[in-house]
């Protein structure tokens, strides 16, 4: 009987953690700005002139939260079995492997699911995964924090993969995902915010180029490093024309052939 509820304990706090950083973070820039500054847009929205619908806002709770305590249930009981024996390279003691390789392999497991997680959304962008489940998310043109999971739910699962998969590759501190994790949370919350705000940390972009994502819908398809666009050339460029039907990630030639720079953000 005490394993049932080590069980439970282990999914209500894995689905509660995931729903209450959305609440925390999403709720402080809702009241921040859409309430306290609502009649102020320009000083503050990345796109001023545009709302959402409250229905949409409404469904974009639902669905975030919906999504969220699925991604909880399925970690939870991923966490259970890791704690119960499940033979993976994840490791619980520094001395394990020493400092050294703890750090490095921190950084290579954040790096790697974000590159991950570039090519995943990129291959939603793909014209039939984003009919069959990515335009959820894009129905969202102007964003706000709590559209951050607000998609379909095969693609919240295949984001959940992409972020579990490492942890069968190579061994990894089990903080380093745990840190992880409510970073990429926090950030996208953060980069659906729909207010355009910049940070300290220096691979994380400003909020404006996930929200040009949504605004220009297959461009921009990082998350939180911009190498990935840069690299693989789906960075939005000046003098480029997207659209929702705009396919490829490179846009549409658009007037005259000019040079066409990437923005800076
Ligand atoms: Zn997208
Ligand atoms: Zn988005």
Known sequence: MGEFWAWLGLVLASMA??????????????????????????????????????????HAMKLSTLNLMLGGFLSG??????????????????ADYGWAWTVASAVLYFVLVDFLAY???????????FKAFHHWHHR?????????????????????????LPLFLFPIHYIAVIVTLIYALVWNTIDHSG??????????????????????????????MGIWDRLFGTLRREGRRYGVDVFGGKGAPDGAEAPAPYVKY
């Not at 995931?18 to 796109?47: D, N, S």
């Not at 355009?196 to 939180?224: C, E, K, W, Y």
């Open 17 to 58: 953690g995931g729903v209450a950083i959305l609440w925390t973070v999403g709720g402080y820039y809702h009241l921040k700005y859409y309430v306290r500054r609502a009649h102020e847009p320009e000083t503050w929205k990345c796109q001023p002139k545009r709302f959402l619908r409250p229905e949409q806002a409404r």
């Open 77 to 94: 009981n991923l966490v259970y079995a890791l704690t119960r024996g499940w033979d993976t390279p994840m490791y619980f003691h520094v």
């Open 119 to 129: 090519w995943t959304h990129r291959s939603l962008h793909f014209r039939p995964m």
């Open 140 to 164: 969202y043109v102007a964003t706000t924090p709590f559209v951050v999971t607000a998609m379909h739910p095969v693609e919240f699962l295949m984001f959940q993969a992409v972020s579990f």
């Open 195 to 224: 207010v355009r705000l910049t940070s300290r940390i220096p691979f994380q972009g400003p909020s404006m180029f996930h929200d040009d994502h949504h605004a220009h819908f297959h461009v921009n398809f990082g998350q939180h």
